[in-house]
Every structure is written in structure tokens, then in C-alpha cells.
């Protein structure tokens, strides 16, 4: 089974805080991406990356940074944790180059910043 | 840049009705796919059906069918038979196809709700 797997499920940091936030996928996947999803908003691309050491901003990147050093791993870096990016995170990845293939998600990481 | 647009915040529907979502979405981009994910409230994101741009027949999966109107760049989700499990919220979602970053973006989402 393809596996996505995000590092917590629940987390909570305080203001300021420089927060990781780690994602692994065992399909030899290219494609990661970063979302965060609010109520009425749904999912918002923050970041993504198609190859070790590639990434591209998505639409909402400010406050957010990204490190792929291993092609099954992409981590999600909040520099100074603000209160404003309390949400849940999800983590996804597919195929890259082959068109109808899904992107697998992981199961979560709900973040409040305190 | 791409986009996706859901109108419909909320639908509620009688069990064993169809139900259709609406998606449109704009892009410059002459491939790309559509996706269709049901999140029901365990939170897990559960892929249902795809749609590739140059896809001559409207992509069916069991229940699910996609209502594919390229010119007027609509995807509309087809739920037949519509019953309580389908209860959720059902995104669409549009990956553009180059040979570079493959940028998947999703829209608001329609939270789903089936009546007994």
C-alpha cells in the first residue's frame, strides 16, 4: 500500500517557535506538496517539489519554507510560528509525468500556535 | 495561474438521489487533469475519479461519473443512487502536465450531507 506519513498528528507551539513539520513517502513518489486547509477555504497549496532539492511556491508560501535533501522526505518549516497559521496541514505526493495518476495524502497534522 | 472554483459551500440531498457538484476551473494550459477527492470526516482524503484534458468520453467510476465540459472548462462530480455514506466534502482538484513542476491546486470544497 502507498504510504504517506506525516511526523505528528497533533501539535502545539507557541509564538515564535520555529516549527518542522516532516512528511515521508515510501512510492518513490517525485511530486510533494504542502497544503494547509481552513473551513471555507479548503486545500491551499503552500509549496511544492517535483525532484530532490526543487521546489516551487505555491499560493500561499509567505511564512513558510520547505527542505527536500531525500526524495522521501519533504519537510514544511514555519520560521517564527504566528498564530494565523494554526490550521491542519496536509501532506501529499504522486507521480510525476503521468497524467490520471492521484496524489496520495497524509493523514494530517492539525498545528496550533499558541 | 490556475484555478479552481467550487460554488456550492453546502448540499444536502434525499438518500438514493442523484446529486451533481459543480467545478470549474481556468487554465492557460492545454494539458492538464481534473481530480475528484471525498474527505469525510475522519479526515483522510480519498481519491474518486479523474479526468484528462484530452479525454474524448467522461471518466466513470462506479457511482461517480464526471461531467466533462471542456469550453466551458466545467468537471462536474455525478453521484448516483446518492446514500448516507457519501456523506463528506468532496473537492475538485487540477494538476497542469509540463515537464517541469506539476502544480496540483484544489478548490473550496462542497460539504455534502445525505438525508435518511
Known amino acids: 500500500d502507498v504510504k504517506v506519513t506525516q511526523s505528528s498528528r497533533y501539535l502545539v507551539k507557541r509564538t515564535g517557535e520555529k516549527v518542522f513539520l516532516e512528511c515521508v513517502q515510501d512510492m518513490d513518489h517525485e511530486n510533494m506538496f504542502w497544503y494547509r486547509q481552513d473551513p471555507g477555504l479548503g486545500l491551499r497549496l503552500i509549496y511544492f517539489?517535483?525532484?530532490?532539492?526543487?521546489?516551487e511556491k505555491g499560493d500561499i508560501p509567505e511564512g513558510y519554507s520547505v527542505s527536500r535533501e531525500k526524495k522521501e522526505r519533504f519537510s514544511l518549516i514555519l520560521e517564527s510560528a504566528s498564530t494565523n497559521q494554526t490550521s491542519m496541514y496536509l501532506c501529499?505526493?504522486?507521480?510525476?509525468?503521468?497524467?490520471?495518476?492521484?496524489?496520495?495524502f497524509g493523514q494530517g497534522t492539525r498545528l496550533t500556535v499558541v | 495561474a490556475q484555478k479552481i472554483t467550487q460554488t456550492q459551500p453546502g448540499m444536502f440531498v434525499q438518500e438514493k438521489e442523484a446529486v451533481t457538484l459543480d467545478c470549474t476551473y481556468d487554465t492557460s494550459d492545454p494539458s492538464y487533469g481534473l481530480f475528484w477527492y471525498k474527505q469525510p470526516s475522519s479526515g483522510e482524503m480519498i481519491f474518486l475519479i479523474y479526468?484528462?484534458?484530452?479525454?474524448?468520453q467522461n471518466a466513470t467510476e462506479g457511482r461517480y461519473s464526471l461531467n466533462f465540459q471542456k469550453a466551458r472548462k466545467s468537471a462536474n462530480l455525478v453521484i448516483s443512487a446518492s446514500q448516507l455514506g457519501d456523506s463528506a466534502m468532496y473537492f475538485c482538484?487540477?494538476?497542469?502536465?509540463?515537464?517541469?513542476?506539476?502544480?496540483?491546486?484544489f478548490g473550496q470544497g462542497t460539504r455534502l450531507t445525505i438525508n435518511p
Open positions: 482538484a487540477m494538476r497542469e502536465d509540463n515537464q517541469g513542476a506539476q502544480k496540483l491546486v
Open positions: 501529499a505526493s504522486s507521480y510525476r509525468g503521468r497524467a490520471g495518476t492521484e496524489a496520495f
Open positions: 479526468q484528462g484534458s484530452y479525454d474524448q
Open positions: 517539489s517535483y525532484d530532490v532539492k526543487m521546489k
